[in-house]
């Protein structure tokens, strides 16, 4: 699944946006690229709860 998340800039808004979703699901693999302010996830949780987390740590998605 993929998630635009606008007010991920930097490499530390990266680290905080994989942080939260390996939060949720330990095992995903998260390919965040800040410059095209999106997010790749491979995982098997629900992307509510994914959404939330995000939420959660102030990058919710577009």
Partial sequence: MQFHIENMT??????S???AI???DP?????A???A????????APRD???NALTE???APA
């Fill in 10 to 15: 930097c490499g530390g808004c990266a680290r």
């Fill in 49 to 51: 709860q994914l959404v």
């Fill in 17 to 19: 946006v994989t942080k």
């Fill in 27 to 31: 095992a995903a693999e998260v390919n």
């Fill in 37 to 44: 302010r999106k997010v790749d996830v491979k995982s098997s």
């Fill in 33 to 35: 690229d800040p410059g």
């Fill in 57 to 59: 740590v102030g990058y």
């Fill in 22 to 24: 390996q939060s949720v």
